[in-house]
């Protein structure tokens, strides 16, 4: 199993960029889907993106194709969330989270996650 850490949320401006990080300690971390998922007050928990074991099979939700990046680095057992032009209704819980056997995206096809960081966009 994997265990995930996130991290580098903040308060950022409508229009900024920000980067998450998310460390999973554990063993085989390659062999595991990384998601990103976000929840904002009073809201479920969303479906933001996800990467496969192959790196270049990844998936977002509509709102941020073209402005959200995910990527991973297996040398160092992480996987980010390169966010841009960000929006006040980015404001969230960011959570990070793995599962086996490609990519999901809705919350309970994850099996581990981490506590998640919080991410505040003003107006």
């Known amino acids: 199993q994997v265990r995930p850490v996130e991290s580098g949320g903040g308060l950022v401006q409508a229009g900024d960029s920000m980067r998450l990080s998310c460390v999973a300690s554990g063993h085989l971390f390659s062999t595991y889907a990384m998601g990103w998922f976000r929840q904002a007050p009073g809201k479920e928990r969303e479906f933001v993106a996800a990467i496969g074991e192959i790196p270049r099979d990844t998936d977002y939700e509509d709102s941020v194709k073209g402005r959200f990046t995910i990527s991973r680095d297996n040398a160092k057992n992480a996987v980010y969330l390169q966010m841009s032009s960000l929006k006040p209704e980015a404001t969230a819980v960011y959570y990070c989270?793995?599962?086996?056997?490609?990519?999901?995206?809705?919350?309970?096809?994850?099996?581990?996650w981490g506590q998640g960081t919080e991410v505040t966009v003003s107006s």
């Open positions: 989270a793995a599962r086996r056997r490609g990519i999901g995206d809705k919350p309970g096809e994850y099996n581990y």
